[in-house]
């Protein structure tokens, strides 16, 4: 069978069909649960697939979405804080008061090695680089944290219209082989079949799409988080570094920062 017969066919047994629905007055919406529930079990289970990966995806976006909130909000908080504070004893005891923060993380783990290092009466060197040691791995395990998740996404976006492709393929198949049985190129019989392709093509669309959006858009706020935070560590070694080497000039023993 030609493809421009096939299509053709498929066009006169659609405009039958569409003209039925017109009359009846039933809804888009319910057309296409009607035809849903008449499909393969195969495609069926694909739908099922697309819409457990779709609740799962969008509540990953919400919650992410309050997270990285939150986490943005608390941490310019936090910052203001920081560059108006006196003392960073001041600004340890503030901590609790962002707890979503990962630059208040950063700093609370900070000022507690810096607390160590002191008790342990290390030179300025070697102060430096523990405190600089616990910063790093703490900027490290708060971009894990605030990363998390955000791979489904990803793999939602780009393995989803494959499914839904998937879908469409077997449909497709499935009115071939009922045109093959009844040896005509009448598809009024068979276009459920292709209906049902085409709603898993656009399931898997309809998934892939948001997903890949919010993926794209945490990432973007994720960077902007790492740069606040690298930004802070810096600020917050040269603050230490000139007060230890200022101590140290002046023969002043360890005080409270």
């Given amino acids: 069978m030609s493809l421009s017969l096939f299509l053709g066919a498929v066009g006169q047994a659609s405009a039958p069909a569409m003209s039925e629905v017109a009359l009846g007055g039933d809804s888009s919406k319910s057309e296409?649960?009607?035809?849903?529930?008449?499909?393969?079990?195969?495609?069926?289970?694909i739908m099922v697939i697309l819409l457990l990966a779709s609740v799962v995806s969008w509540a990953i976006v919400l919650i992410k979405f309050f997270q990285f909130t939150r986490a943005s909000s608390?941490?310019?908080?936090?910052?203001n804080n920081f560059w108006k504070s006196r003392?960073?004893?001041?600004?340890?005891?503030?901590?609790?008061?962002?707890?979503?923060?990962?630059?208040?993380?950063?700093?609370?783990?900070?000022?507690q090695e810096l607390g160590r290092v002191y008790k342990a009466k290390l030179e300025t060197t070697s102060a430096l680089d523990n405190v600089q040691r616990a910063l790093r791995r703490t900027a490290t395990s708060e971009s894990t944290r605030l990363f998390r998740f955000l791979p489904f996404l990803a793999?939602?976006?780009?393995?989803?219209?494959?499914?839904?492709?998937?879908?469409?393929?077997?449909?497709?198949?499935?009115?071939?082989?009922?045109?093959?049985?009844k040896g005509s190129a009448n598809l009024a019989n068979v276009a459920p079949g292709i209906s049902e392709a085409l709603i898993a093509t656009a399931a898997g669309l309809a998934t892939a799409i948001?997903?890949?959006?919010?993926?794209?858009?945490?990432?973007?706020?994720?960077?902007?988080l790492e740069s606040e935070i690298s930004n802070f560590m810096s600020d917050f070694l040269n603050i230490l570094e000139r007060d230890l080497v200022r101590k140290s000039t002046d023969g002043q023993?360890?005080?409270?920062?």
């Fill in 32 to 45: 296409i649960l009607s035809m849903i529930m008449v499909a393969s079990p195969m495609v069926k289970s």
């Fill in 74 to 79: 608390q941490s310019q908080r936090f910052l």
């Fill in 87 to 111: 003392t960073f004893a001041n600004l340890y005891a503030d901590c609790s008061d962002y707890p979503s923060s990962p630059v208040a993380e950063v700093f609370r783990v900070g000022y």
């Fill in 155 to 181: 793999s939602c976006g780009n393995a989803t219209p494959f499914i839904g492709l998937f879908g469409t393929v077997w449909g497709i198949m499935g009115s071939f082989h009922e045109i093959g049985l």
């Fill in 210 to 224: 948001p997903a890949v959006i919010f993926y794209n858009y945490f990432n973007s706020r994720l960077r902007v």
């Fill in 253 to 257: 023993s360890a005080g409270e920062f």
